[in-house]
């Protein structure tokens, strides 16, 4: 399976970004002083951006579990919500989030690593956003690994 260069620049910043996010919350792992439910939802936190960092080097080799990697990886960074019961936000390498804020509609850039996985956070209101990136970034490994099979 050959990459085109979309791709190839959405599977580098995906390995990237996932790296980031590996090394941030590895830096925070010995800080965490927390009990059960914490301690799982850092672990789901952690695994996620390992998936991503692994299953983009795989689909860079061609590898077919890497696509489904990949898809999965970007799929789970397009929603972010924040509610006054759930907070959740990934986002590895660039993240450009399009917020709803009430009646308020802001764009947001971020490069780096952004993650929130949170039960009942202080939050007074509602935010729901969309990651446009990740949005983009899946619709096109889609179509092109259609491309490429045809």
Do not use: C
């Not at 970004?17 to 002083?33: D, E, W």
């Not at 890497?66 to 799929?75: C, I, L, M, N």
Request: overall charge positive; hydrophobic content about 60%; glycine content about 10%.
């Amino acid at each position: 399976m050959h990459l085109n260069r979309r791709s190839q620049a959405i599977i580098a910043i995906q390995i990237g970004g996932s790296a980031i996010a590996v090394i941030t919350l590895l830096t925070v792992f010995p800080s965490l002083n927390a009990g059960g439910v914490a301690w799982l939802l850092y672990s789901i936190l952690f695994a996620i951006p390992v998936i991503g960092f692994v299953s983009g080097l795989l689909y860079w080799a061609g590898k077919a579990a890497g696509f489904y990697g990949s898809v999965a990886t970007h799929a789970l960074q397009i929603p972010v919500f924040l509610t006054t019961v759930l907070a959740y936000k990934l986002a590895f390498g660039i993240g450009v989030f399009l917020k709803i804020i009430g009646p308020i509609k802001l764009v947001e850039l971020k490069l780096g690593a952004s993650t929130i996985l949170v039960v009942l956070p202080e939050q007074q209101g509602a935010v729901v956003a969309v990651n446009l990136y990740a949005l983009f970034a899946l619709m096109y490994l889609i179509r092109d690994r259609k491309r490429a099979d045809a």
